[in-house]
């Protein structure tokens, strides 16, 4: 089972930006894609930004293009999101997510192991 632990939420203005960290551990040097996902209340989990651990492709949600950037540490089982210019709407619970499948459509039912989430919150 991997172990996904999140860091680097908070609070923010509108307009400001943060970083979030996840770290992979225990049977993580087969992860093909990690993700980021988020939840806002009453709303579905969504899909916002993947890489390819292998060939560093990423795919993002059209809603964060351009301001959101996932990236990973080399030789690290640890991918980062930068997230800047953040709005109000982006105020959610965002969770790390990870799978061993060699393709992934930034579905979360495409991802098998989960962190427990990192609040983000952002304010006018």
């Known amino acids: 089972q991997v172990l996904l632990v999140e860091s680097g939420g908070g609070s923010v203005q509108a307009g400001g930006s943060l970083r979030l960290s996840c770290v992979a551990s225990?049977?993580?040097?087969?992860?093909?894609?990690m993700a980021w996902f988020r939840q806002a209340p009453e709303k579905e989990r969504e899909g916002v930004a993947q890489?390819?651990?292998?060939?560093?492709?990423?795919r993002y949600a059209d809603s964060v293009k351009g301001r959101f950037t996932i990236s990973r540490q080399n030789g690290k089982n640890t991918v980062y999101l930068q997230m800047d210019n953040l709005k109000l709407e982006d105020t959610a619970m965002y969770y790390c997510?990870?799978?061993?499948?060699?393709?992934?459509?930034?579905?979360?039912?495409?991802?098998?192991?989960w962190g427990q989430g990192t609040q983000v919150t952002v304010s006018s």
């Open positions: 225990r049977y993580s040097d087969s992860i093909r894609f």
């Open positions: 997510a990870a799978t061993y499948n060699y393709d992934s459509l930034l579905r979360a039912t495409d991802f098998t192991f």
């Open positions: 890489i390819d651990m292998y060939e560093f492709n990423t």
